[in-house]
C-alpha cells in the first residue's frame, strides 16, 4: 500500500517521533509506515486520517494506484 | 538489543518488558535453584515441593506478563513478536520431528530440553532479524 505520510507530515513540519508522539505509536512505527514495510492497522490508519483532518483514502492508496486527493 | 528494537517500544513497552523480564528472571531463578537444591538433596522433600509449586507459579506469571505486554504493545513491536513466536514454534516442531527420525536412522537421543534451547534462541535471534526487517530506518530529525 502505497501512502502520502511523510509528504503530510512534511507540511505540517512533524518529525516522526512528534507524529508518532500523537498517535500513541513508536517512532519507528511511523517509518515503517511511510518507507511501506508496515501497513497499519485499521485503528491506526484512522487515528492517521484524523490527525490530518483526512480520509483514510486520501492518505492511503493501494499499490499502483494514485491519491484520490492531491 | 539492538537501537531498531529500542526505539520499537514506546515508554509504556519498556514499562510492560520491565515486568515481563522481573517475572522471568524470577522464574529462572526459582527454577535453577529447585533443581541444584533437589538434585543435592540438600532440602527436605517438601521443601522441594514447594520450590517446584513456587517456580510453576512464578512461569505462569511470567506468561501472564508477556500476554500483557503483547496486548498493549506498539503495533509494529507486536507485529515482530508474533513473527519471532511463529518462527520459533515452527522451528522447535521441525527440531522436535526432524530429529526423532534422525534418532531412528542412529542420531544420539535427544534430551527433551532441547528443542526447548532451540525455540528460545530462534525466538530471541528473529526478534532481533524482523525488527531490522520492518523498522532500522533512521530519524528523519
Known amino acids: ?70 | 538489543m539492538t537501537s531498531a528494537c529500542d526505539s520499537l517500544f514506546t515508554p509504556r513497552d519498556t514499562q510492560n518488558y520491565k515486568v515481563f523480564t522481573a517475572w522471568m528472571i524470577a522464574a529462572s531463578i526459582d527454577f535453577a535453584a529447585a533443581t541444584i537444591l533437589i538434585d543435592g538433596k540438600f532440602i527436605p522433600s517438601i521443601a522441594g515441593w514447594a520450590l517446584t509449586a513456587a517456580a510453576i507459579v512464578l512461569m505462569l506469571f511470567t506468561i501472564r506478563a508477556y500476554i500483557s505486554f503483547l496486548r498493549q504493545a506498539d503495533e509494529l513491536l507486536r507485529k515482530v513478536h508474533l513473527d519471532a513466536l511463529a518462527l520459533a514454534f515452527g522451528m522447535g516442531v521441525v527440531v522436535m520431528m526432524g530429529y526423532r527420525l534422525c534418532e531412528r536412522l542412529g542420531a544420539p537421543k535427544m534430551d527433551v530440553n532441547d528443542p526447548l534451547l532451540v525455540m528460545m534462541l530462534v525466538w530471541i535471534g528473529a526478534q532481533l532479524v524482523f525488527a531490522r526487517r520492518y523498522a532500522g530506518g533512521e530519524s528523519d530529525e
Do not use: C
Not at chain 1, 2 to 8: E, I
Not at chain 1, 26 to 50: C, H, M, W
Open chain 1, 1 to 70: 500500500m502505497n501512502n502520502r505520510l511523510r509528504v503530510l507530515r512534511a507540511e505540517h513540519r512533524w518529525s516522526q517521533a512528534d507524529l508518532a508522539e500523537r498517535l500513541g505509536v513508536s517512532r519507528q512505527t511511523v517509518n515503517a509506515i511511510e518507507t511501506g514495510k508496515y501497513d497499519p492497522s485499521l485503528p491506526l490508519a484512522f487515528a492517521i486520517a484524523k490527525t490530518f483532518s483526512l480520509a483514510i483514502e486520501e492518505i492511503f492508496h493501494p499499490n499502483g494506484e494514485a491519491s484520490t486527493k492531491v
